[in-house]
């Protein structure tokens, strides 16, 4: 199993750009998720997913949609990025039978 | 109003002592409890974990401890060893999935 999969690793945006961060899991996980790490800060929880077609806001929404059209996937979009979404981005699953989560390598996303 | 706090940005031991990491929380319907591990360039991964019903899990060298009176866990590493430097997150949910994170821990070990 390749686990929680992010792409890309590494992206730079202009203020104002969108974009969308993917996410794929192959563990067949039902619950899904999307947090942020700001530097010397712990991890805040932006969107989740409790299965197909079901998607929640979490901590800090604003500027983000999210969508679950499958199991494996949530990807993550930025309507209209700005600086203060510089962060790194990381992706999440669990199945409905743990509490504890499997997360993906991160996404450092730089907005200019 | 940050629900989980770890009011010890670093922390350094020597090799073979033991580490205690803490960690306060506000919010009574936490009902379950865990502590990650991360290390540079890396997503965080699970470590250990501790359900509210409980005052203690213990797995090898990691134990944690929980004093819901207080709302205060802890986590213990003995012996800390040079590869558990790292950051140490401590989290609490109420709902799987969806857990609220402290600002991290982090744990130097000097050989």
């Known amino acids: 199993n390749a686990g929680v999969t992010q792409t890309p690793k590494f992206q730079v945006l202009k203020t104002g750009q969108s974009m969308t961060l993917q996410c794929a899991q192959d563990m067949n996980h039902e619950y899904m998720s999307w947090y942020r790490q700001d530097p010397g800060m712990g991890l805040r929880l932006i969107h989740y997913s409790v299965g197909a077609g079901i998607t929640d806001q979490g901590e800090v929404p604003n500027g983000y949609n999210v969508s679950r059209s499958t199991t494996e996937d949530f990807p993550l979009r930025l309507l209209s990025a700005a600086p203060s979404q510089t962060s790194v981005y990381f992706c999440?699953?669990?199945?409905?039978?743990?509490?504890?989560?499997?997360f993906g390598p991160g996404t450092r996303l730089t907005v200019l | 109003d940050q629900q989980v706090k770890q009011n010890s940005p670093s922390l350094s031991v020597q090799e073979g002592r033991i580490s205690i990491l803490n960690c306060d929380y506000t919010?009574?319907?936490?009902?379950?409890f865990l502590w990650y591990k991360k290390y540079p360039a890396e997503g965080p991964t699970f470590l250990i974990s501790i359900s509210s019903i409980k005052d203690k899990n213990e797995d090898g060298r990691f134990t944690v401890f929980l004093n819901k009176s207080a709302k205060h866990l802890s986590l213990h590493i003995v012996p800390s060893q040079p590869g558990d430097s790292a950051v140490y997150f401590c989290?609490?949910?109420?709902?799987?999935?969806?857990?609220?994170f402290g600002d991290g821990t982090t744990l130097t070990v000097k050989p």
């Open positions: 989290a609490a949910d109420t709902n799987a999935g969806k857990s609220t």
């Open positions: 999440a699953s669990s199945p409905g039978t743990s509490r504890f989560l499997f």
């Open positions: 919010n009574s319907m936490f009902d379950y």
